[in-house]
């Protein structure tokens, strides 16, 4: 079984300040870690993922998530938010076994917003 | 590149109507298809998947159905909507070890 945690409903920053949004998971097996975006009456789109190297992950517009296997953690961050990046963030887990037919576990997702 | 599309993009329908809602991918074989429903903006609930022309696999008991009569094609049913059906709809795609790609959604109002 899969499962993935958002302890936060809502992340509130400035504007210049650095940012971070928390998962947690529970899989199985090894996992493949993924964090996506979605903006008001939109698909999600893919920031970033995790599958195998190095911990330290970087994706789009400037984000950047560390797996951490101890932890069991995959925590978003940014260096400097912007007001741009106010959206729904969506973390997801996926067990690496060929029989889960590529099923993602989504989180509830974590609002952030970046004030001015 | 790939592309994945979904129509309408917005639905008003009363209560006892049917439902078709669809999704094509383009520029990719073979995918496993999902189909999830988001009530206010907030978690996925996974409804069905696919990872094969007519291989149809439901994650929860309810009053809609799945389709994928093409390879990358996938079609969202309902006989008689209820009030509960009412959400925003996303079809995605993936590949092996790939993330999921996701279309723009529908918005379905049952009235």
């Known amino acids: 079984a899969q499962s993935v945690a958002q302890p936060e409903d809502q992340v509130n920053v400035a504007e210049g300040n650095p940012l971070t949004v928390k998962c947690t998971y529970s899989?199985?097996?090894?996992?493949?870690l993924f964090w996506y975006v979605q903006y008001p009456n939109r698909g999600l789109q893919f920031l970033l993922k995790?599958?195998?190297?190095?911990?330290l992950v970087k994706g789009s517009y400037g984000f950047e998530a560390e797996f951490n296997k101890s932890q069991t953690s995959f925590h978003l961050k940014k260096p400097s938010a912007l007001v741009s990046d106010s959206a729904l963030y969506f973390c997801?887990?996926?067990?690496?076994?060929?029989?889960?037919?590529?099923?993602?576990?989504f989180g509830d997702g974590t609002t952030l917003t970046v004030k001015p | 590149s790939q592309t994945i599309h979904q129509w309408p993009a917005t639905l008003v329908q009363p209560v006892g109507s049917p439902l078709s809602l669809e999704c094509t991918v383009e520029?990719?074989?073979?995918?496993?298809l999902y189909w999830y429903r988001q009530a206010a903006g907030r978690g996925l609930q996974l409804l069905f998947y696919?990872?094969?022309?007519?291989?149809i696999s439901s994650e929860v008991p309810q009053n809609l159905s799945a389709s994928r009569p093409q390879d990358r094609q996938f079609i969202l049913s309902s006989k008689k909507l209820l009030l509960s059906d009412s959400g925003f709809y996303l079809c995605?795609?993936?590949?092996?070890?790939?993330?999921?790609?996701f279309g723009p959604g529908t918005r379905l109002t049952v009235l």
């Open positions: 995605a795609w993936t590949l092996a070890r790939r993330e999921q790609f």
């Open positions: 899989v199985s097996g090894n996992p493949y």
């Open positions: 995790y599958i195998t190297g190095d911990n």
């Open positions: 997801a887990v996926r067990d690496v076994i060929p029989t889960n037919a590529g099923k993602s576990t």
């Open positions: 520029g990719t074989s073979n995918p496993n």
């Open positions: 696919s990872v094969g022309i007519g291989q």
